[in-house]
């Protein structure tokens, strides 16, 4: 089976170690139940400890997901910061530092950069964490968005430095 094969199967694999998880549950919450049998303090014992191992289960599969997840953003923040530094802004003339996760791409963080002074024209870095890869995109006028290649990249108030432009093409 090639390698192209195996990522393919790995949703399947996934689902079918997702469904022998549940039938064991299932099947531990019977067992539970037919050794208390009869009494009913026992049974509502037993229904607890079958909830207690079904949040415990879900706390092991969430935990390291969200430890990942905010691993991730710390990184993108990091790589992100060092672009920013490394393009020119004057510290005194920027006003807002937004970082978000955008909802229309998967798998990125956005930092926009604002100037004083000027609320319509501002810069969009993106960092890529599938591609780790970042982009540089200019907003002129509130709404278009441009490429630092673009000719009227050239209007926006501040220009990347050359240590920039060979740090940005050569990723």
Same mark, same amino acid.
């Given at each position: 089976?090639?390698?192209?094969?195996g990522?393919l199967?790995?949703p399947?694999?996934?689902?079918?170690q997702?469904?022998d998880?549940?039938?064991s549950i299932k099947?531990?919450?019977?067992?539970l139940l037919?050794?208390f049998?009869?009494? &009913?303090?026992?049974k509502?014992?037993?229904?607890?400890?079958?909830?207690?191992?079904?949040?415990?289960?879900?706390?092991c599969?969430?935990?390291?997901?969200v430890?990942c997840?905010?691993?991730?953003?710390?990184?993108?923040?990091?790589?992100l910061?060092?672009?920013?530094?490394i393009y020119?802004?004057p510290? &005194?003339?920027?006003?807002?530092q937004?970082?978000?996760?955008?909802?229309?791409?998967?798998?990125?963080?956005?930092?926009?950069?604002?100037?004083?002074?000027?609320k319509?024209?501002?810069y969009?870095?993106?960092?890529y964490?599938?591609?780790?890869?970042?982009?540089?995109?200019?907003?002129i006028?509130?709404?278009?968005?441009?490429?630092?290649?673009d000719?009227r990249?050239?209007?926006?108030?501040?220009?990347?430095?050359?240590?920039?432009?060979?740090?940005y093409?050569?990723?």
């Open positions: 089976m090639s390698s192209q094969q990522d199967l790995l399947i694999k996934l689902s079918i997702i469904q998880i549940l039938y099947n531990m919450g019977y067992i037919r050794h049998k009869g009494d &009913n303090l026992n509502k014992r037993a229904i607890q400890l079958v909830i207690l191992g079904i949040l415990l289960l879900v706390v599969f969430a935990i390291p997901k430890i997840h905010y691993q991730t953003k710390q990184y993108a923040r990091k790589v910061d060092q672009y920013i530094a020119g802004f510290s &005194n003339k920027i006003t807002v937004k970082m978000y996760a955008p909802m229309d791409v998967a798998e990125a963080y956005r930092k926009e950069i604002h100037i004083k002074g000027n319509e024209d501002y969009v870095f993106t960092y964490t599938d591609r780790k890869k970042v982009d540089l995109t200019g907003v006028e509130g709404g278009e968005w441009l490429d630092p290649k000719h990249y050239k209007s926006l108030p501040y220009q990347p430095s050359k240590k920039f432009l060979k740090m093409y050569n990723q």
